[in-house]
């Protein structure tokens, strides 16, 4: 069979040209969304008769037998028609004969095309969805069992005031919490349908598109057609989503690599999660980590590539639009792939909460809370600061923590202290006296986790 649009050309078409201009390769993804949009189309055109219905029945049956046969993996699509569309049409044509002709009628694979990404968009995003809320099962149920553990806490990397372990794996919690307000969101937006608006101008013949919305399950149609068939904003959504999404999980990646390194030692992943090496035998090496922080910048690349194809692109369609899918594919498996690990990964780490506490146990992050100590005594803030830092060097220089200087020594910078100091510079009390909303006191964790669940549960 030739080219389905044949009709106007006197010679073959060039391999090379064919090669370079099919979507077919990767396309091929949106089959099950381009017969469920033909199904939905068909039946419209029966229900408006623009096409009798034993027609739109046979036309049926086809797209059911073709989809069966794409399940059993017994479709074999062709380069020579070019994408998904003409390759199902191809198909058609096979199988019910002629007849299979009327479905293109009052349609283009302008809005077909669309249409199919909408679809795809919809089930990818309602699975990404679920799957980060499972890395926030992961954390809370992490949290949970951490609440009374102490780490210290950073700024530039320099320990600086302890926190509670569960407080700092929450931070990631809200991340992904924004994420998925930000995903529900965009199906607001995923859910507008541009069939019906033909290749850019709409269609002469008497269409109901409310109609095919309503059996795709759209909230509501493109006002206009020449907008409905060049939007590309709701995959530079998800793409810019998926991007934000990708840094969350590069940022907690990162801190678990960190963790596990010998330096730190803070946590250890579990040996399913890690590969070897294959000349180093003692290497536990955290691959997988690795592998979601470097795989952020495809997702970046895909989001950059899809802005760059549409600044300065005229209305309305351009063969260029064929560029949005590749992108999108990447980031939807990438997400899911990642995703996918990052909920186990954090389940089954160990935590070594012995190491942490000895690490806020040799450290100077309780210096503010004895700055504190001596305004609550009377001092002005500036002045506390002062002597605080007089007494960090003094320790530095005799090899002491602030737990470890005696009262003599003490005394020597201030007369304001009294023994309750030592009370007030253990860690479970730095930690237990910032109580304020959102800070790392055990009450307020725990209402924290309070109000996680109760995310999770809407
Ligand atoms: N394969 C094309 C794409 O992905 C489908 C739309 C083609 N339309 C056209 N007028 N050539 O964009």
Redesign the pocket.
């Known amino acids: 069979m030739s080219k389905l649009w044949g009709g106007r050309f006197t010679k073959e078409t060039n391999k090379l040209v064919e090669e370079f201009t099919a ?1 077919i390769t990767f ?1 091929q993804k949106l089959a099950k969304e381009d017969i469920a949009g033909s199904l939905a189309h068909v039946q419209m055109l029966g229900e408006c008769g623009i096409i009798p219905v034993e027609d739109v029945e046979t036309i049926k049956q086809g797209l059911l037998a073709i989809k069966e046969k794409l399940d059993r993996g017994e479709v074999e699509f062709l380069i020579e028609d ?2 998904i ?1 003409m390759n199902i049409e191809k198909l058609l044509l096979e199988e019910v004969g002629p007849v299979g002709g009327k479905l293109h009628t009052g349609r ?3 809005d ?2 669309a249409t199919d990404m909408h679809l795809y968009l919809r089930t990818k995003t309602t699975e990404i969805i679920t799957l980060v809320e499972d890395v926030q099962r992961s954390l809370l149920k992490q949290a949970k069992e951490h609440i009374d553990t102490l780490i210290p806490g950073y700024t530039h990397l320099q320990r600086a005031q302890p926190v509670s372990f569960a407080h700092h794996l929450m931070a990631y919690f809200w991340m992904f919490e924004r994420d998925k307000e930000r995903l529900i969101d965009s199906l607001k937006r995923i859910n507008w349908l541009p069939l019906g608006s033909g ?1 850019l101008a709409g269609t002469t013949f008497p269409i109901n598109r409310e109609k095919t919305a309503e059996l795709l399950g759209f909230d509501t149609i493109y006002p206009n057609s020449m907008d409905a068939v060049s939007d590309r904003d709701f995959i530079l959504e998800f793409l810019s989503i998926g991007a934000i999404i990708m840094t969350h999980i590069s940022r907690i990646s990162e801190e678990l690599v960190m963790w596990s390194s010998q330096e730190f030692q803070f946590i250890e992943l579990d040996d399913s999660f890690c590969t070897g090496s294959s000349i180093m035998p003692q290497k536990k090496n955290p691959d997988v980590p690795e592998l979601l922080r470097g795989k952020t910048g495809r997702t970046y690349g895909n989001l950059i590539g899809l802005l760059t194809v549409l600044k300065g692109l005229p209305l309305a ?1 351009n ?1 260029d ?2 560029e ?2 590749e992108g999108m594919f990447d980031t939807a498996e990438t997400l899911e792939g990642s995703l996918k690990l990052l909920a186990p990964m954090i389940e089954t780490m160990t935590v070594n909460t012995d190491v942490m506490r000895k690490a806020i146990s040799n450290d100077f992050s309780n210096a503010t809370d004895i700055a504190d100590y001596l305004v609550r005594k009377g001092l002005p803030f500036r002045k506390a600061h002062e002597v605080i830092g007089k007494i960090v060097l003094y320790a530095i220089q005799h090899n002491k923590f602030l737990l470890d200087l005696s009262m003599e020594e003490y005394q020597q910078f201030s007369e304001l202290f009294g023994e309750d100091i030592y009370e007030v510079l253990a860690p479970e009390q730095v930690v237990a006296v910032r109580s304020s909303f959102g800070g790392t006191s055990p009450e307020q964790v725990q209402q924290q986790i309070q109000l996680a669940e109760g995310k999770l549960k809407q």
Request: charged share 40%; aromatic share 6%; hydrophobic share 20%.
């Open positions: 979507s396309d070019e994408d569309h283009s694979r302008n077909q095309v290749a369609y063969k639009l064929q949005d899918k």
